[in-house]
Structure formats: C-alpha cells, structure tokens
C-alpha cells in the first residue's frame, strides 16, 4: 500500500500562486505514476498533472503553463507549484499514485480562488 498526505492548499486571490505538497510512505522511485487530480464542486474528478512510469510529465491543457509538477526523491514528495491561479482552479486537489496495479489517493486539499 502507498499512504499519501496532501498539503498547501488554502485561499488565494486570482492571480496568486500556491504550491501543494504531497508525501509519499514509499519511495516514489517504485512508484508506477504519481500526480495531481482536481475535483470542482459538481464535477468529476480530472488530471491537472502527473509523472508517467516513463518519467516524462503530463497537464491538463487548462493549467499549461501556469502549473509546474516537480519532485524530491530523497523526500518522497511530489509538488505542484500553482502560479496565475484563476478562480476556476477553485478546487479539491488529490495527490495520486499507482503502484503494483493498484491506485491510491490521498485525501485532498482544498484550493480557493477568489477575492
């Protein structure tokens, strides 16, 4: 199993930036894929950005350039570094990670943009 802590979220104006934590209980060198999902009030839950096994990075079109996913080996964590946030990132955000075929979630952080 792959326990997984979010952290980071909170209230931001638009235009402000965040960045979101996510630690993992293993390393994330065994781990398959890990990254970030969003979930909008009355939406389903969507990829902002992840790492593939083949270690290259995907986004969502939406937050192309504004969002940057990075990660610290020796920490077992992953970031995502929010700049230009608008209020339509407004959003839980879930730290997600695929290990030995199966898929864990951690329990989310809430983002709020809004003035």
């Known amino acids: 199993q792959v326990h997984l802590v979010e952290s980071g979220g909170g209230l931001v104006q638009p235009g402000g930036s965040l960045r979101l934590s996510c630690a993992a209980s293993?390393?994330?060198?065994?781990?398959?894929?890990i990254g970030w999902y969003s979930q909008a009030p009355g939406k389903q839950r969507a990829l902002v950005s992840a790492f593939t096994s083949g270690g290259s990075t995907n986004y969502a079109d939406s937050v192309k350039g504004r969002f940057t996913i990075s990660r610290d080996n020796a920490k077992n964590t992953v970031y995502l570094q929010m700049n230009s946030l608008k209020p339509e990132d407004t959003a839980v955000y879930y730290c997600y990670a695929r290990y030995w075929g199966s898929g864990y979630w951690g329990q989310g952080t809430q983002v709020t943009v809004s003035s």
């Open positions: 293993k390393s994330i060198f065994s781990i398959n894929n």
